[in-house]
């Protein structure tokens, strides 16, 4: 072939490659896969139950020379609200030993059945107001509370709410390694733990706990004393782990004996970075960053002007947190503020008879309206975004709506006492679920 | 001279040029000839009046057989002769032939028929023929052929029959023996004449002074088929099965015509593995020939057995010795140059040690386990379970989705056959090992075309080592790598099967080359696609090899068959275009992609000024089209396609360093090509991250698959507990890579089905024992599997009366169903069985055996073989 033929060939050649590369730029028609929506199903639940962890636990006596005793002291009150439908016993109003509270209904919510207990403590080693919500039993959950060493006693109060026996793995996380517990619970058993023999006197520890399956009540007991000189009790429920919580409710009180001190615990396999946002309600907020190493537990003092606070908590892996606030009255007492559970359209929670607060808080990024239903007064609740509203509220209970989601959270601020009550939803997995078909 | 009186017959069938030359050497015969007539079947003017240019006589019976065409001949005589010469308008005869012949037949006057030496028309030192006869078993048997004349078979011999071209026939036996019989079949009616006459009493002789230049029209396909009664491999047959009727016993002979459905069956595989695969097809045509037309054929016995006994024949039927000599012959061939004189091949130029390269920059590849990361999960624990999943037409998805299943696990099937009881791992290794296999698959390609070691060198690492390729091993799309792999070899195989010496050869290659074809069409269809498209493409160029070549399309034709015509079918034109759900999403290019192939495109453009404008020209159109057609993705990258493309601008940028003279430009192209392939490696290769995310083989507890094993017909209800409740219908051992269907991905669900799925899982998760009970019972469920989060639910899950805690697995909480009754497996295997049937014949095709390697030659055209 001649050259003058074969130039523009190559040219031509070239210039289609060209061409086709062109082309390859735009992007390609494409074909959508099918639409897969999930299915609603509804179906009957199982029963509600809840349960209601009963009296304090003391360890070695009244005294406390009675070395490896371990008794249920005094009575814990009840405070409960059911709606019309079937129950499965009487509420009592008062308990010695913890009590489930059963319910057979398709609507399962805290409107549904809901109830909390407290207990005063005028003892001399224990003195103080302990609270705790009475929840649905659970098949595993986390305590980043732990407390030990001088001065400090944590007490695990187990119950196997149901017939069948249950085992219980205890893994306690210690700034020294993993330590494994294994407790067995018989049908409608209860047990109280003392930890400190599993925590080697450390001042902060982490308490995971998982089931062979069956759920149970779990509830850790704290208590601080500073010499012979009692400084609070409070009751803890297990809380869960994720890579973002709010805690509502901080309150630095001009009466406050310690700064409150935030408690952090790290799961997972490699450290992490966690953000910790202080937001001022009305006064001024902090931010800071803190890391977290594997499997670790970092206890930390936050430094903070008097005043309200809502804390949002955020780390690229899931983690646990809560925070200790104290608060003199006629005693100094403590409590664990903790995680607060978002509710979607409701929330019926019991008031004791006890001087009483109700936090309502808002996570979202707009103010959001809440109605409140308490003393026969009904009040509208506007909570600025990222924000709460402190509330006090009366004896016998407390009816929150909104359209929106929000937390809450009860906090007992009485002359004998200082606790906090962190309602969670009561309902079982059964009506309105979506199922995904894959 | 012999005074013999004889009457020529020249039967001719409108060739008038062959039959001028014809009646030209009749004209030229010194022994007196009483009478000549030409009897035009084709009733052809030119043949007529040629004949009459001469003074012969014609007649013109119409389009009739050959003895029809004989008879009316001897019919149109003017008066009766002593012989006749039968002559065909396709044979010359030389001037003394008819002599020779007479005078045969004056000196035995107990011979009636006497045939010439038959020499090739176009090749005069070739016999074509002298003589004919049969094996014992009725096959007609040429007692010498295609072999020099020198003289070697010149002593006349009695045989027992005589080809009819150049026969000389005493008339009056032609009228004892009624002629030819034109129901007997075209190559047994000679044959058949011969044993007629044979067992009649008289001699058949062939002489061998009297010679004559047969063109053998009919027999090279220059005349209508039905003038053979259809291809000359079926007409054989057809008169393997008459003379065997004629010849053998008749309780062999009923034996015969029962067994001949199993004889065409047996046969099969055996001429698959000779290389004469339409011999297949004659072997079928004359067993149904047979059948149909039993009647005339033992009509034809009766006939032949009422002049004599056959026992005559015994002793002039082939015997041992000449069927194993002939068999020799056929693996006689022309020595082969030395293997030092021989250009070096990858192994003797060392070039294989860089076929290393490629492997060790896919060392974060070096197998561990089963692949998992992306779209990929482990495969079947053992190849059979594997097997069982490919090219079937019913979906493990819900109640089963009738689809085809995808092509790409007909790839997952071959690799596990390397490694049966751990397929996964197979996978892994033929991942690892990719780029260096398209490396060597480039160089095999390359080295049809490029003749200089060093070079193919350079342009297989180029391509092993490109970018794409590269970033194809890193990003684990896994599917596009290999068929980048793949394509060379298919490329190579296809252009060794188009240059090959002989088609035993090209048929050897046609198999090689299809199962790779198939190989790449599991792959990729488009890869598939465009390769087909190059078949046609070399097809114009060499239009007779292409007859063969056509069939290496057929295994990939039948993998993508039902895939091709289900999404036809369904209107998803582009799931064709995928090669299944495990290859990666659309992509469309970067700018590195782009720099490469301007770098490549900048280098191959040399081609054009080095080498054959012809080749140049193929090659460009194939990489403008693999480049442009990369851009259509509907469903899956294409990525495999543009690499095609890369591949074709790297052999022409061979082409171009290989033939260019000019030294600078030369070299300065080779450390164009070698930079970018250095610089790839560096920014691509082993630096980059790369996480398969091995992991252990099985996808379900080991219970389900134990009990899988037992019975196929396990089903798992397997529920994901998160934000959302999520649910799969598990079919027996789990979804495993040959199970995943794209199809389904693609098909609307089963909405009943979706809502009984549905409503078992809720009515679990809620600890409703009635209701999961009646869903079970509409389902067939036989374990549950909650995976997730398990806590939530499992206490619910527990109080399910008719789920009975079956342990704790890496997978999650595993239940079995109390009262489950197995399913059947009802899985359609559609064409699975023919497309296997397929690979099988090809696999034998693609053995070589001595007749594929008989004609072999090292070298062709100065390329490096």
């Known amino acids: ?438 | 001279m012999a005074s013999l009186s004889v009457a020529a017959i020249v039967v001719s069938h409108g060739q008038a040029e062959s039959l001028a030359k014809s009646l030209e050497a009749i004209a030229g015969q010194n022994h007196p000839i009483q009478q000549v007539v030409v009897v035009e079947t084709a009733g052809d003017d030119q043949s007529i009046s040629l004949a009459k240019s001469y003074g012969f006589a014609s007649v013109t019976p119409g389009d009739v057989r050959l003895g029809a065409a004989i008879q009316a001949g001897i019919n149109s005589l003017a008066s009766a002769p002593g012989w006749i010469w039968v002559l065909h308008d396709d044979l010359v005869a030389e001037p003394n032939a008819l002599s020779r012949m007479a005078i045969a037949a004056e000196i035995s006057p107990s011979v009636a028929i006497i045939g010439p030496k038959l020499l090739e028309a176009n090749d005069s030192i070739q016999i074509q023929q002298m003589g004919l006869t049969a094996t014992k078993t009725g096959r007609p048997f040429l007692l010498v052929q295609r072999e020099y004349d020198q003289g070697q078979h010149d002593k006349a011999g009695d045989t027992l029959s005589v080809s009819t071209a150049g026969m000389l026939v005493s008339l009056g036996v032609w009228q004892q023996l009624g002629g030819l019989d034109d129901s007997t079949p075209a190559l047994a009616q000679d044959l058949e004449f011969g044993a007629k006459a044979r067992v009649a009493g008289y001699r058949v002789i062939v002489e061998a002074s009297a010679k004559m230049h047969h063109e053998s029209l009919a027999m090279k396909g220059k005349r209508p088929r039905r003038w053979l009664g259809g291809s000359v491999k079926s007409a054989l047959s057809k008169a393997h099965l008459h003379f065997a009727t004629l010849i053998m016993p008749l309780p062999v002979v009923i034996l015969l015509y029962l067994a001949l459905p199993l004889i065409a069956l047996v046969s099969s595989p055996y001429f698959l593995v000779t290389k004469q695969p339409m011999r297949i097809f004659s072997q079928l045509s004359g067993w149904l020939w047979a059948w149909f037309h039993l009647g005339q054929r033992f009509a034809a016995r009766a006939r032949f057995r009422k002049l004599g006994s056959p026992k005559t024949l015994k002793p002039l039927l082939a015997n041992y010795q000449q069927l194993r000599s002939r068999r020799k012959a056929r693996y006689e061939a022309e020595p082969e140059i030395s293997l030092a004189d021989a250009p070096p091949g990858v192994f003797r130029s060392n070039s294989a040690w860089f076929g290393l390269l490629p492997v060790l920059a896919s060392f974060a590849l070096w197998p561990q386990g089963a692949i998992t990361a992306g779209q990929f999960a482990p495969l079947g624990a053992t190849s059979k379970l594997v097997f069982d999943s490919v090219g079937v037409m019913t979906q493990q998805y819900l109640g089963g989705v009738s689809a085809p299943s995808d092509p790409f696990g007909w790839f997952l099937a071959l690799v596990s056959l390397a490694w049966p009881s751990n397929p996964s791992l197979a996978f892994a290794a033929s991942v690892f090992l990719a780029s260096g296999f398209a490396f060597f698959g480039v160089w095999f390609a390359a080295k049809q075309l490029i003749s200089k070691p060093w070079v193919i060198t350079l342009i297989s690492l180029s391509y092993a080592l490109s970018p794409q390729l590269l970033l194809l091993a890193t990003g684990l799309q896994l599917v596009e790598l290999l068929a980048a792999a793949v394509t060379p070899w298919a490329v190579g195989f296809t252009l060794r099967a188009f240059d090959s010496y002989n088609s035993a050869r090209a048929w050897r290659w046609v198999g090689v080359s299809g199962l790779a074809l198939a190989v790449v069409a599991s792959l990729s269809p488009m890869n598939f696609a465009l390769l087909c498209l190059l078949v046609l493409v070399l097809g114009l160029n060499r239009p007779k090899r292409f007859l063969i070549m056509i069939w290496a399309l057929l295994p990939g034709v039948a993998l993508l068959y039902p895939w091709v015509s289900y999404a036809v079918s369904s209107g998803n034109f582009g799931l064709a275009t995928s090669a299944g759900i495990a290859a990666s999403l659309p992509a469309t290019l970067t700018l590195v992609d782009l720099i490469v192939l301007g770098g490549f495109a900048l280098t191959a453009t040399g081609a054009w000024f080095t080498t054959s404008s012809s080749k140049v020209a193929m090659l460009w159109f194939f990489v403008t089209l693999a480049i442009a057609a990369s851009w259509y993705q509907p469903v899956s990258s294409s990525r495999s396609l543009l690499l095609a493309g890369v591949f074709g601008l790297l052999l022409l940028s061979g082409m171009f360093i290989s033939n260019f003279k000019a030294k600078p430009l030369k070299v300065g192209t080779t450390v164009l090509l070698l930079a970018l392939g250095g610089l790839s490696v560096f920014v691509y290769g082993p630096a980059q991250q790369v996480d398969p995310k091995w992991s252990e083989t099985r996808v379900m507890p080991a219970l389900v698959v134990a009990a899988s094993q037992l019975e196929p017909g396990v089903r798992t209800l397997v529920v994901n507990v998160g934000d959302e409740l999520s649910v799969d219908y598990v079919w027996n051992t789990g979804l495993t890579a040959e199970r995943q269907s794209l199809v389904a991905k693609y098909q609307t669900q089963d909405q009943e089905f979706a809502k009984k799925l549905a409503a078992a899982a809720a009515n679990m998760v809620a600890g409703n024992s009635e209701g999961f009970t009646l869903a079970h019972h509409e389902l067939v469920v036989d374990f549950v599997l909650v995976t997730g989060d398990i806590a939530e639910v499992i206490s619910t899950v527990s109080s399910v009366d008719s789920l009975q805690p079956a342990g704790e697995s890496e997978f999650g909480a595993l239940f079995r169903v109390e009262g489950s009754s197995w399913l059947s497996s009802d899985i359609d295997q559609g064409i699975r069985d023919y497309q296997l049937g397929v690979f099988a014949a090809f696999a034998l095709l693609a053995i070589p055996t001595r007749a594929s390697i008989r004609g072999y030659r090292r070298v062709r055209n100065g390329g490096a073989k």
């Not at chain 1, 205890?170 to 330590?179: H, I």
């Not at chain 1, 209860?190 to 062979?212: G, R």
């Not at chain 1, 009180?253 to 700064?259: L, N, P, T, V």
């Not at chain 1, 600025?384 to 989601?405: D, G, H, I, K, T």
């Open chain 1, 1 to 438: 072939m001649k050259l003058w033929i074969k130039i523009p060939l190559a040219l031509l050649a070239v210039a289609s490659v060209a061409a086709g590369s062109y082309l390859s730029l735009s992007p390609s028609p494409t074909l959508e896969p099918t639409d897969r929506a999930s299915i609603s199903v509804s179906t009957t639940p199982l029963p509600l139950t809840i349960y209601c962890p009963g009296p304090l636990a003391e360890l070695g006596g009244q005294d406390g020379t009675d070395l490896g005793a371990m008794a249920l002291i005094g009575k814990a009150k009840l405070w409960a609200n059911t709606s019309a439908n079937e129950l499965a016993q009487e509420i009592p109003t008062e308990t010695e030993v913890g009590v489930p509270l059963a319910l057979i209904s398709k609507e399962q919510t805290t409107a549904a059945i809901s109830a909390n207990q407290t207990q005063v403590a005028k003892r001399q080693r224990m003195l103080g107001v302990a609270a705790a919500n009475c929840s649905q039993p659970v098949a595993q959950g986390v305590f980043q509370t732990g407390m030990a060493s001088v001065g400090r006693e944590s007490i695990l109060l187990l119950a196997n709410p149901f017939a069948n026996e249950v085992q219980v793995y205890l893994e306690f996380a210690l700034s020294t390694g993993v330590k494994k517990h294994l407790v067995t619970l018989a049908g409608f058993e209860q047990q109280q733990i003392s930890l400190a023999p599993f925590v080697d006197a450390e001042p902060n520890f982490a308490l995971s706990f998982s089931t062979n399956g069956p759920k149970v009540s779990a509830t850790m007991q704290l208590r601080t004393s500073s010499g012979l000189t009692a400084t609070g009790v409070d009751l803890v429920s297990p809380t869960w782990l994720a890579t973002e919580l709010w805690i509502p409710g901080l309150q630095v009180f001009e009466d406050g004996y310690q700064a409150p001190e935030m408690n952090l615990y790290n799961p997972n396999g490699e450290e992490v970075n966690v953000l910790v946002t202080l937001l001022g309600v009305g006064n001024d907020s902090d931010v800071f960053e803190v890391t977290v190493p594997a499997g670790q537990l970092l206890n930390r003092l936050l430094e903070l002007p008097i005043g309200q606070y809502i804390v949002k908590i955020s780390a690229a892996q899931p983690i646990a947190a809560a925070i200790r606030s104290q608060r003199i009255a006629d005693t100094l007492d403590f409590a664990w503020l903790m995680p607060a559970e978002e509710f979607v359209n409701a929330l019926t929670l019991p008031i004791p008879q006890l001087e009483s607060e109700l936090v309502v808080a808002n996570r979202e990024g707009q103010p959001i309206t809440v109605s409140l239903m308490n003393g026969g007064k009904y009040t509208s609740l506007t909570i600025p975004a990222e924000s709460q509203v402190r509330v006090a509220v009366l004896y016998p209970l407390a009816q929150l709506q909104s359209q929106s989601r929000f937390m809450a959270t009860l906090q007992i601020l009485s002359e004998t006492g200082y606790a906090v009550i962190n309602p969670t939803e009561n309902e079982n997995l059964g009506s309105d679920l979506e199922v995904a078909i894959r």
